[in-house]
């Protein structure tokens, strides 16, 4: 049976904000993620506490997925959840994985390398495809031709498998869920 701050502890270190829930509705622990995507800087205890509407915690005990409801939203804030049933310390409880909607996960160029074994200037291209960055202003950032890049986006679809942009994006939103490493070693 998972110790679960070990379990939000590791949560953290792969880039996914947590929540647990006790079944029986009670707001348990975030981890350190959920805490800045929760309270973004608010200092108020009780607000810390337990910052969720009672109809959000409801929801996220029943349902697999959901809108995230704060007591104390920000206006720019768009939160979802992912919910699964745990036992953490012999009791049930529902783990939250939060999403924001206005972060775009930082695909590492230097992970698609070693993954697909693409070349740098593959790994730097399907990165950029990731973000949504079109093509022509890629090759106008980089002075080459759109040629250029089809030739290499031809690459990475025989090495990854795909063969179109959007499966590709697909695909690199699956290998790359968690947040960037600082570094790949190469």
């Not at 160029?109 to 949504?132: D, M, Q, V, Y």
């Amino acid at each position: 049976m998972p110790d679960k701050y070990a379990l939000l502890n590791v949560l953290d270190k792969v880039g996914s904000a947590a929540v647990l829930i006790k079944c029986r509705g009670k707001t348990v622990d975030c981890n350190m993620l959920a805490r800045q995507i929760v309270l973004d800087g608010d200092h108020d205890t009780a607000a810390a506490n337990e910052p969720f509407t009672n109809r959000m915690i409801h929801n996220a005990l029943t349902e697999p997925f959901g809108t995230v409801e704060l007591e104390r939203p920000r206006s720019d804030q768009r939160l979802v959840f992912q919910a699964m049933d745990i036992t953490a310390m012999g009791e049930a409880h529902r783990l939250l994985i939060l999403i924001d909607l206005t972060v775009r996960t930082q695909v590492c160029a230097p992970a698609l390398e070693k993954i697909f074994g693409l070349t740098a200037a593959e790994g730097r291209l399907a990165a950029e495809l990731s973000r949504g960055v079109p093509l022509a202003t890629i090759a106008q950032s980089r002075n080459v031709s759109i040629a250029t890049l089809r030739t290499q986006l031809a690459s990475i679809f025989a090495k990854t498998g795909t063969s179109r942009q959007p499966e590709l994006v697909a695909l690199l939103a699956r290998v790359c869920q968690f947040s960037p490493m600082a570094e790949v070693a190469r």
